[in-house]
């Protein structure tokens, strides 16, 4: 696994992260972990990579007949009863509902923001939620649904594939059925029964000194710098205190070694420490295409990394390892992050690899391809070899 450190060296010397930590896990034992720059502990911001953590909280409210996947959101949120789709000519009444389904696959038209007409739009709620984020005015979870709620849609639910705030009204949803804040919940359903200590909305005070810099790319006459980021990002404040809006798909701060015990949770089809977290069955749909193929090409017109792959509950599926240009087994699945966190999980060889680094927008598919071909070539002739 030597090539690994090689492969980070390189990067840190093109000033493309200023440090990273990565760990790679077969059968729930670490075969690699090291840290470069960072030390083992260092909290991250997961952004994005707070998606699967989402999934399985209402996964867990599935498998306990709590939440039907097919239901209209409108039930537990009744402001997206009556929902817009915008259109060049205007917006227009939805002709159907919002599923739970829908926000797991992201085909429920709800958009971040962006440059086209539904994402110019979305982008004017964020100023303003971003201007109140940290102040008394921030906005609470409901308030952030009752806005986006407001907004149009990019089109009809479940007839296209958009990335958008799905995962945010998901834990809106999943605040409704069990009566406590999305906090609380993930507390005593996954990070206490994954020994996940470090894990949470925000940083505690004690812990604040392992909390990592979040860095930015600058260009300059004399090439690329790396400088410290001070400005909030999709809503979210610095996570130094309680937030008023939890947001699920973008909001948690964690540790590798936290993260470490969810992935392989799931890399062992729902078990940790020999106790059941989630039901093989479960699991394997979490790690199942649930896109059709016109979807499958907005994914990939959204992520052009992403070609051979598919998408289903908040994370990328494997499908097509000869269009991937990956070497990984087809149903291994997960998610990243904004600012460069990347999990792995595969099922049929209990494998996971995990990379932490903070450049703000970071984009490091090269990399991670070149870092799973190594894992992968390893792990196969170790199996082989057994």
Same mark, same amino acid.
């Given at each position: 696994?030597?090539?690994?450190?090689?492969?980070?060296?390189?990067?840190?010397?093109?000033?493309?992260?200023?440090?990273?930590?990565?760990?790679?896990?077969?059968?729930?034992?670490?075969?690699?972990?090291?840290?470069?720059?960072?030390?083992?502990?260092?909290?991250?911001?997961?952004?994005?990579?707070?998606?699967?953590?989402?999934?399985?909280?209402?996964?867990?409210?599935?498998?306990?007949?709590?939440?039907?996947?097919?239901?209209?959101?409108?039930?537990?949120?009744?402001?997206?009863?009556?929902?817009?789709?915008?259109?060049?000519?205007?917006?227009?009444?939805?002709?159907?509902?919002?599923?739970?389904?829908?926000?797991?696959?992201?085909?429920?038209?709800?958009?971040?923001?962006?440059?086209?007409?539904?994402?110019?739009?979305?982008?004017?709620?964020?100023?303003?939620?971003?201007?109140?984020?940290?102040?008394?005015?921030?906005?609470?979870?409901?308030?952030?649904?009752?806005? =986006?709620?407001? /907004?149009? #849609?990019?089109?009809?639910?479940? %007839? &296209?594939?958009?990335?958008? *705030?799905?995962?945010?009204?998901? !834990?809106?949803?999943?605040?409704? =059925?069990?009566? /406590?804040? #999305?906090?609380?919940?993930?507390? %005593? &359903?996954?990070?206490?029964? *994954?020994?996940?200590?470090?894990? !949470?909305?925000?940083?505690?005070?004690?812990?604040?000194?392992? #909390?990592?810099?979040?860095?930015?790319?600058?260009?300059?006459?004399?090439?690329?710098?790396?400088?410290?980021?001070?400005?909030?990002?999709?809503?979210?404040?610095?996570? #130094?205190?309680?937030?008023?809006?939890?947001?699920?798909?973008?909001?948690?701060?964690?540790?590798?070694?936290?993260?470490?015990?969810?992935?392989?949770?799931?890399?062992?089809?729902?078990?940790?420490?020999?106790?059941?977290?989630?039901?093989?069955?479960?699991?394997?749909?979490?790690?199942?295409?649930?896109?059709?193929?016109?979807?499958?090409?907005?994914?990939?017109?959204?992520?052009?990394?992403?070609?051979?792959?598919?998408?289903?509950?908040?994370?990328?599926?494997?499908?097509?390892?000869?269009?991937?240009?990956?070497?990984?087994?087809?149903?291994?699945?997960?998610?990243?992050?904004?600012?460069?966190?990347?999990?792995?999980?595969?099922?049929?060889?209990?494998?996971?690899?995990?990379?932490?680094?903070?450049?703000?927008?970071?984009?490091?598919?090269?990399?991670?391809?070149?870092?799973?071909?190594?894992?992968?070539?390893?792990?196969?002739?170790?199996?082989?070899?057994?």
């Amino acid at each position: 696994m030597e090539r690994l450190d090689e492969l980070l060296w390189e990067q840190v010397k093109r000033n493309q992260i200023k440090g990273a930590q990565i760990g790679v896990y077969h059968n729930g034992l670490p075969v690699y972990e090291h840290a470069y720059g960072y030390q083992p502990g260092t909290i991250y911001r997961l952004y994005s990579l707070s998606k699967p953590v989402a999934a399985v909280a209402a996964m867990l409210l599935f498998e306990q007949g709590r939440l039907d996947l097919l239901s209209p959101v409108s039930t537990f949120l009744p402001e997206f009863e009556e929902m817009g789709v915008w259109t060049p000519d205007g917006v227009k009444k939805s002709g159907k509902p919002i599923t739970i389904w829908d926000l797991l696959n992201m085909t429920a038209g709800i958009v971040y923001p962006d440059e086209d007409g539904p994402g110019k739009i979305m982008q004017k709620a964020f100023d303003d939620i971003q201007q109140k984020t940290g102040t008394q005015e921030a906005y609470t979870t409901r308030e952030i649904m009752n806005i =986006i709620a407001s /907004q149009p #849609l990019a089109f009809q639910p479940g %007839e &296209n594939f958009r990335y958008g *705030l799905c995962a945010d009204v998901l !834990g809106g949803v999943i605040e409704v =059925i069990t009566g /406590q804040k #999305l906090s609380s919940f993930y507390q %005593e &359903n996954i990070f206490d029964r *994954l020994d996940m200590e470090d894990t !949470g909305f925000y940083v505690p005070l004690e812990k604040q000194e392992r #909390l990592t810099e979040l860095y930015c790319k600058k260009v300059t006459p004399e090439g690329t710098v790396l400088q410290e980021d001070h400005e909030r990002h999709l809503g979210l404040g610095f996570g #130094l205190e309680p937030p008023a809006f939890e947001s699920a798909g973008a909001g948690l701060y964690s540790t590798l070694e936290d993260y470490a015990h969810f992935a392989n949770m799931l890399a062992a089809k729902g078990i940790y420490k020999k106790q059941r977290i989630l039901s093989e069955d479960t699991v394997d749909m979490l790690a199942r295409n649930q896109l059709g193929p016109g979807q499958r090409e907005d994914l990939c017109k959204a992520f052009a990394h992403l070609r051979g792959f598919g998408y289903g509950n908040l994370m990328r599926i494997h499908m097509q390892p000869g269009v991937s240009g990956m070497n990984s087994p087809i149903g291994e699945f997960g998610w990243d992050g904004w600012s460069g966190p990347y999990c792995s999980i595969d099922t049929s060889r209990q494998l996971v690899v995990l990379y932490m680094t903070q450049v703000s927008g970071y984009s490091g598919w090269e990399l991670l391809r070149k870092m799973k071909a190594v894992v992968n070539a390893r792990i196969s002739n170790k199996m082989s070899e057994s």
